[in-house]
């Protein structure tokens, strides 16, 4: 029987009602209590490394998680990390960059109802990552709603009800039924496990709104070393009356800034080449363009790029090099 570890970390599925709103007090030993029928599927272990509503996670939490499954990566067969559901996608993502090509599985889940409701998605979604988990899928993944959905894809796409997640730009990995899991693709990890444990967390999101003031641009760019820019469409910047939005963004990025054009759109990314408003962004030094990868897999890329290197060359081939099948547009660069 394969040997799993459980990392709790918080989220409404460790949250208990209190006078003040939900928050995350059970630890993974009274989760797992929840659920006697796992030990017909594998044996599990448990260790509580954080108990945080996933608003308050931050980067330094993705090292942690990291290092913890790292110290612990020999003496399991996979991993299930219990996570807030508002910042889930973006903490799969760091743990897609930051350990590569895990032969084991790494696998995310978490609820909209805590456990102890008599209406909730906790036990299943729970039940679901031990079954990925001990079904051997490697990688990191995220498990939700019946829903397998790799770590560099995954998306919040509703507040409230079971189906939160979404898997943009990619198909998923597989779907739970009746206890069984189907897996649709599958993936390859050799030369596996590669661990990184360093981050930029010197990255910003600007996200546009018609009429965006100039100054905001220049604000974040002196403040960040890398931008995105959340842009309309397939991607561009406007040309406002007594604005520079372009001359300026050249200005920072001949500075050693860089600015990642992507797109508010949820589905199909960027494509900076079709539009004028766009194209002339297309080969300017220290300007990428997302195609295809989330905001959350360009969050958690740039501060992992950032992290290993500062040279513009290198950022540039990182940022368009696969990790985690993240990005599958043709990069023309
Ligand atoms: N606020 C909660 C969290 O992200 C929401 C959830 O877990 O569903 O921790």
Not at 21 to 40: C, D, K, V, W
Not at 115 to 142: E, H, M, Y
Not at 179 to 195: A, I, N, Q, T
Not at 293 to 303: D, G, I, Q, S
């Amino acid at each position: 029987m394969k040997k799993i570890l459980m990392i709790g970390t918080g989220g409404t599925i460790a949250s208990q009602v209190t006078e003040n709103g939900l928050a995350p007090e059970l630890t993974s030993t009274q989760l797992l209590a929840h659920i006697p029928a796992i030990s017909g599927i594998c044996e599990v272990e448990s260790l509580q490394l954080l108990n945080l509503d996933s608003t308050n996670i931050a980067p330094n939490h993705w090292l942690e998680m990291v290092g913890c499954i790292r110290e612990h990566y020999e003496d399991y067969d996979g991993f299930v990390l219990t996570h807030g559901t508002d910042t889930m996608a973006y903490s799969a993502a760091a743990l897609s960059y930051l350990i590569q090509k895990s032969p084991k599985p790494i696998v995310f889940t978490g609820a909209q109802k805590p456990i102890g409701f008599d209406v909730t998605d906790s036990k299943i979604n729970l039940t679901d990552a031990f079954r990925t988990a001990a079904s051997g899928l490697p990688g990191v993944s995220l498990v939700f709603n019946g829903k397998v959905i790799l770590g560099t894809r995954a998306q919040k796409i509703r507040s409230k009800s079971f189906e939160a997640f979404s898997s943009i730009n990619y198909p998923f990995l597989g779907v739970l039924r009746d206890g069984v899991l189907l897996r649709y693709l599958h993936e390859s990890c050799e030369g596996g496990p590669v661990f990184y444990d360093r981050l930029d967390t010197k990255v910003g999101l600007l996200k546009l709104i018609p009429g965006t003031e100039q100054a905001l641009l220049d604000y974040l760019l002196e403040r960040c070393d890398a931008l995105m820019i959340e842009s309309f469409g397939v991607g561009g910047l406007p040309d406002y009356e007594g604005s520079d939005f372009c001359g300026s963004l050249c200005r920072w990025t001949e500075r050693g800034k860089l600015v990642v054009l992507t797109t508010q759109v949820q589905n199909e990314g960027s494509d900076l080449g079709i539009y004028h408003v766009g194209h002339r962004l297309k080969g300017v030094p220290g300007v990428l363009e997302a195609f295809d990868m989330t905001t959350e897999a360009v969050t958690a890329k740039l501060m992992w790029i950032l992290g290993q290197t500062k040279d513009p060359a290198e950022i540039q081939r990182l940022f368009y090099t696969p990790v985690a099948h993240d990005i599958l547009w043709p990069a023309e660069c």
